[in-house]
């Protein structure tokens, strides 16, 4: 599990030029794809052969997290198409002519950085409490056992 720091700056929004504000949200798409694969393994994982033989507890467990999962999935995408939307009209505020102008483009990026830190805190509460479940279902193999390649 990585952390993932999304303030590199120690400027704030209202400091920053278009061209650091279009680097972030190049770095956001990053993460994001970070998640996407997250998510998909993760997904995997809770469907796989590790949690068999199942009872009704494991599986209750098991579909709450595939609908969080699911849910965050939803959330992400929704995320990365703000996330496209605010990258193509952070050009527009290369033509503004006044403060206001700015103002507007910077909230916006605002916005969308909190949306992204909600998201990612979100998803790692999830991942946690993924891990936290799986911890007994996994097996582990006496250090004496050889590892057979073939």
């Known amino acids: 599990m990585t952390a993932i720091a999304i303030d ?8 920053k030029n278009v061209e650091e504000l279009e680097n972030e949200t190049l770095e956001w798409d990053k993460i994001l794809q970070t998640c996407t694969d997250e998510l998909v393994f993760l997904k995997h994982f809770l469907t796989s052969e590790v949690f068999q033989p199942i009872n009704p507890e494991t599986s209750e467990n098991l579909e709450s997290y595939t609908e969080e999962l699911e849910d965050l999935k939803i959330e992400k995408i929704e995320v990365q198409l703000a996330l496209r939307n605010h990258k193509n ?10 403060i206001s102008c700015d103002i507007f483009y910077q909230t916006q990026h605002q916005k969308l950085l909190n949306r992204l830190k909600d998201l990612l805190a979100n998803f790692q509460s999830l991942k ?6 799986s911890i ?5 193999k ?9």
């Open 128 to 133: 946690l409490g993924i891990f936290h479940f």
């Open 89 to 98: 009209d952070l050009k527009g505020m290369l033509e503004c002519e006044d």
């Open 142 to 150: 006496p250090i004496n056992s050889k590892i057979s390649r073939n």
């Open 136 to 140: 007994p279902f996994l097996k582990r």
């Open 8 to 15: 590199y700056s120690n400027k704030s929004v209202n400091d």
